[in-house]
């Protein structure tokens, strides 16, 4: 079975799918965007299961590229996949790194046993990935990835990031 692919522009935490994949910092414990969002929206059971994480095999945060989920609070989803983008200058434009999110979200999904799962345009905000390359590096991960996960859908906060990524999914 393939994974299908949707785009929509929207909130991500109004998605009522399995998993929200949350663009987060190394910290785990909130931000700004959509880190920020899905904490607020969430509430207080998203934080505190992230500092348990951090109190346990986190203590010094979860690393660029790696993975891990919570409960998903009160948003319509049932957990939240936390995964850290990497800052484009740097990183140096890794792309690996990138994709590594991906990948390690899928693979987390994957552990769930989630069927759908909803992604933001991960390290295009305050990260600086240039958006048509976040896209491309996007669709293809995903596309390339073996996983059991059904659906797969790229939540785009604009009609810019909405653009980009439709351009990818043709």
Same mark, same amino acid.
């Given at each position: 079975?393939?994974?299908? @692919?949707?785009?929509?522009?929207?909130?991500? %935490?109004?998605?009522? &799918?399995?998993? +929200?994949?949350?663009?987060?910092? $190394?910290? =785990?414990?909130?931000?700004?965007?959509?880190?920020?969002?899905?904490?607020?929206?969430?509430?207080?059971?998203?934080?505190?299961?992230?500092?348990?994480?951090?109190?346990?095999?986190?203590?010094?945060?979860?690393?660029?590229?790696?993975?891990?989920?919570?409960?998903?609070?009160? @948003?319509?989803?049932?957990?939240?996949?936390? %995964?850290?983008?990497? &800052?484009?200058? +740097?990183?140096?434009?890794?792309? $690996?790194? =990138?994709?590594?999110?991906?990948?390690?979200?899928?693979?987390?999904?994957?552990?769930?046993?989630?069927?759908?799962?909803?992604?933001?345009?991960?390290?295009?905000?305050?990260?600086?990935?240039?958006?048509?390359?976040?896209?491309?590096?996007?669709?293809?991960?995903?596309?390339?990835?073996?996983?059991?996960?059904?659906?797969?859908?790229?939540?785009?906060?604009?009609?810019?990031?909405?653009?980009?990524?439709?351009?990818?999914?043709?």
């Amino acid at each position: 079975m393939s994974t299908i @692919l949707t785009l929509t522009q929207g909130d991500i %935490t109004e998605q009522a &799918v399995d998993a +929200v994949v949350n663009a987060a910092n $190394s910290s =785990l414990l909130g931000g700004g965007g959509v880190d920020g969002a899905i904490h607020r929206r969430g509430g207080p059971d998203i934080l505190a299961e992230c500092r348990a994480l951090r109190a346990g095999h986190y203590g010094r945060g979860l690393p660029t590229g790696q993975a891990v989920a919570t409960t998903a609070g009160r @948003l319509p989803a049932r957990w939240v996949i936390h %995964t850290v983008g990497p &800052v484009f200058q +740097v990183s140096g434009g890794d792309a $690996s790194l =990138l994709a590594s999110c991906y990948r390690e979200s899928l693979r987390v999904a994957d552990e769930l046993g989630a069927r759908t799962i909803a992604f933001p345009a991960i390290s295009t905000g305050a990260y600086g990935w240039p958006l048509d390359d976040a896209a491309r590096i996007a669709v293809q991960t995903v596309r390339d990835t073996e996983t059991a996960v059904e659906e797969v859908r790229f939540v785009l906060f604009d009609d810019q990031a909405f653009a980009a990524f439709a351009a990818c999914v043709r």
